[in-house]
């Protein structure tokens, strides 16, 4: 029994995200995409995963790097998440940057930033499942509300009541 890739994509279109851009520089060069499969896997050692598409440009400077920033983003910053995902420009292009450690770019504003060292790359299909162990955290003292991802479109927590 096979399942219509289409019918996949849309089923996990219902699984809501919150929305990164992954950074990392590599001989110089600044490197970024947005990405949604981002995952928490361990508190000791503090380990986090991320999901790449195979031979993507920031995916091989991630995997060369050895090293990555996650920029968790804000419900405000739906358009930077759209730039480092167009492929092929310079997404960095006029954009103020901070640097983090180890010299990785951060982007301003955003919820938290995380900067982790790549321990393991698993292959998995058309993507790397690339593991890394948090070594830097920093969450935005201002706070705010999560940029999220739901069906196809970015998506705002109405209220940011929580709930129990």
Known sequence: MSVD???FRDAMGHFA???TVLTTRHEGALHGMTANSVTSVSLDPMLILVCLMKDARTALAIQA???FAVNILTEGQDELS????RPGQDH????E???GPHGLPLLPDCLAHLAAQVTEIVPAGDHDVVFGEVDHVHVNPNGGAPLLFFQGGYRKLPGMTRLG
């Open 65 to 67: 790097a050895e090293r």
């Open 82 to 85: 759209q730039r480092f995902a």
């Open 17 to 19: 995200t919150g929305v």
């Open 97 to 99: 940057l901070m640097e």
């Open 5 to 7: 890739p289409r019918q």
């Open 92 to 95: 960095f292009d006029g954009l």
